[in-house]
């Protein structure tokens, strides 16, 4: 059983090239450690980003409740929560 819905929207790509979705009307960020965009890798838009991570939420885990400052969290979003990417 789903329960809770929760809305994301790419925030941008971190430093080390980790893409990032923040949580509507919230502090909390998103991302993945494991697939990377480099910001020389042309031709990678939002639309690539967001239609990858649509196939692939499980890769997301928590970052924490900022963009670019700290090492990620890294603690996997549960099970019960099912992502919505806007």
Request: charged share 30%; net charge negative; hydrophobic share 40%.
């Given at each position: 059983m789903i329960g809770?819905?929760?809305?994301?929207?790419?925030?941008?790509?971190?430093?080390w090239s980790r893409p990032v979705?923040?949580?509507e009307?919230?502090?909390l960020?998103?991302?993945?450690?494991?697939?990377l965009f480099p910001s020389d890798e042309h031709g990678k838009t939002k639309?690539?980003?967001d239609n990858y991570f649509k196939k692939n939420l499980d890769?997301?885990?928590?970052?924490?409740?900022?963009?670019?400052e700290h090492d990620p969290l890294g603690t996997k979003v549960r099970k019960e929560i099912k992502l919505n990417i806007l």
């Open positions: 809770e819905v929760i809305n994301i929207k790419f925030h941008g790509v971190d430093f979705y923040k949580i009307n919230k502090e960020y998103l991302g993945s450690l494991d697939t639309k690539d980003i890769e997301l885990v928590i970052f924490g409740s900022t963009f670019d």
